[in-house]
């Protein structure tokens, strides 16, 4: 639903997988190999994915000050079982948390999220806190106070609910 670029580096990876689900439509992409395929799982790892996934959710729903939208595995817990290593860069001597595996996708967000730690873009990915969307974004805002994912779809329904419930004046 976003109307805004990806996020940038790695938590675009996260953002993409948040986004699998649409819940007002119930639609899954993680349901279909093709849907799978950008994520590089298997159908057998389904079970875990979607568990990482509401994990992420939860989380970026707090980025943006929401409470979680259900009882989740804290994402903490998740990613400290993710296989990573320090990379040192032999040229510049930089360093950053690499996936000590390519392949298992929770090494690669545990990735994902260590760089945007130390990159300061890990608070501004968020969730739509309309509670059908919970959509997530990258909140490019100056202030980062951004509140749904898209002002044309999402803000105009709340803004719409707003007004409607507002008693009318005589």
């Known amino acids: 639903m976003s109307e805004s670029a990806p996020a940038p580096d790695g938590l675009a990876l996260v953002e993409a997988l948040v ?32 568990e990482l996934r509401e994990s992420l959710r939860a989380v970026c729903l707090a980025h943006a000050g929401h409470p979680p939208h259900r009882a989740v595995t804290p994402l903490g817990e998740l990613l400290a079982r993710a296989p990573l290593y320090v990379a040192v860069d032999e040229r510049d001597g930089s360093a950053s948390l690499a ?12 990735a994902a999220v260590a760089h945007a730690l ?23 805002s100056p202030a980062g106070r951004r509140r749904w994912c898209s002002m044309s779809v999402c803000g105009a329904r709340v803004k719409m609910r707003r007004y409607r419930a507002k008693p009318e004046r005589t």
């Open 19 to 50: 986004n699998t689900l649409d819940l007002e439509s119930g639609a899954d992409a993680l349901d279909t190999a093709e849907g799978r395929a950008p994520f590089g799982i298997a159908e057998a790892e389904l079970a875990e994915v979607r």
């Open 99 to 110: 996936p000590a595996d390519e392949g298992p996708l929770l090494s690669r967000v545990a």
């Open 118 to 140: 130390t990159a300061g873009t890990w608070l501004r990915l968020k969730a739509c806190e309309l509670p059908e969307c919970h959509w997530a974004y990258y909140d490019r």
